[in-house]
C-alpha cells in the first residue's frame, strides 16, 4: 500500500531563516506530487505541484521554491522566511496521469511559524 | 473567476442529519470532491462526484447537479467523530483543484 510521509510536523522560525520541508511517497512510481498551504478560514492554496523529476510547476509567485531531485521525493524550500509564509503546509500525491478521478493523499501536515 | 461556496459553520445533534451545501463557477468541470479535515489534521477523501445523481456510501452521501453547479453532502446518524470540517473541491478543465473555504461542522450531544 501507499504511504506518504512529511516531516517536520511543527517549526518556529525567525523571519530571514531558511526553510526546508520534505515529503517522501512510498508504494507508488511516478507520482504527481504536490505542496499546498492553508490559511484559517480560507481554502486550499496550491504552491506548486510535479509530474516527474525535475518538473515544477509554480501557481503562486512567492519566495519559495519546490524541488523533486528523486521520483517519490519532495522538497519545499525557502532562503528567507516572511512573516506571511506562516501557515500549514500539506504534500499530497496523486497517481500519474491525468484523470478526473485523481484522488489526492496528504500527508500529515507541517504547521510553521514565523516569528 | 473561478468560485466554490459553502458555509462556513454548522450545528447539529448526535444521531441527526445534516446536509453541507456547495455551490461552484468554475471553467468547466472534470468532477467534485469531498474531503473531511479534522482540526490540526490532513485532509481525508470522503466522497467523488462527476456524473449527476446521488452517491451512497455508508452514513455519507454525495450528491451532485452539474446543470444547477450545486453538490451536497448528507451526513446520517451523526456521531461525535464526525466533527470536523468538510472540504468541497472542483476539478475544472485544466485538471487544477479549486478549493472551497471548507465547512466546520460541530456535532452537540
Known amino acids: 500500500s501507499q504511504t506518504i510521509h512529511q516531516w517536520p510536523a511543527t517549526l518556529v522560525q525567525p523571519v530571514g531563516s531558511p526553510l526546508s520541508l520534505e515529503c517522501t511517497v512510498e508504494g507508488t512510481s511516478n507520482p504527481n506530487l504536490y505542496w499546498y498551504r492553508q490559511a484559517a478560514g480560507r481554502g486550499l492554496q496550491l504552491l506548486f505541484y510535479s509530474v516527474g523529476i525535475g518538473q515544477i510547476s509554480s501557481e503562486v509567485p512567492q519566495n519559495l521554491s519546490a524541488s523533486r531531485p528523486q521520483d517519490r521525493q519532495f522538497i519545499l524550500s525557502s532562503k528567507k522566511l516572511l512573516l506571511s509564509d506562516s501557515g500549514f503546509y500539506l504534500c499530497a500525491w496523486s497517481e500519474t496521469g491525468t484523470s478526473g478521478a485523481n484522488v489526492l493523499t496528504f500527508g500529515a501536515g507541517s504547521r510553521l511559524t514565523v516569528l | 473567476g473561478q468560485n466554490i461556496d459553502q458555509p462556513t459553520e454548522m450545528t447539529a445533534t448526535e444521531g441527526a442529519i445534516v446536509q453541507i451545501n456547495c455551490t461552484y463557477q468554475?471553467?468547466?468541470?472534470?468532477?467534485l470532491f469531498w474531503y473531511q479535515q479534522h482540526a490540526g489534521e490532513a485532509p481525508t477523501f470522503l466522497s467523488y462526484?462527476?456524473l449527476d445523481g446521488l452517491e451512497e456510501k455508508g452514513r455519507f452521501s454525495s450528491f451532485l447537479s452539474r446543470s444547477k453547479g450545486y453538490s451536497y453532502l448528507l451526513l446520517k446518524e451523526l456521531q461525535m467523530k464526525d466533527s470536523a470540517s468538510y472540504l468541497c473541491?472542483?476539478?475544472?478543465?485544466?485538471?487544477?483543484?479549486?478549493w472551497g473555504a471548507g465547512t466546520k461542522l460541530i456535532i452537540k450531544p
Open positions: 468554475t471553467s468547466g468541470f472534470n468532477g
Open positions: 462526484n462527476v
Open positions: 473541491a472542483v476539478m475544472d478543465s485544466n485538471y487544477q483543484l479549486i
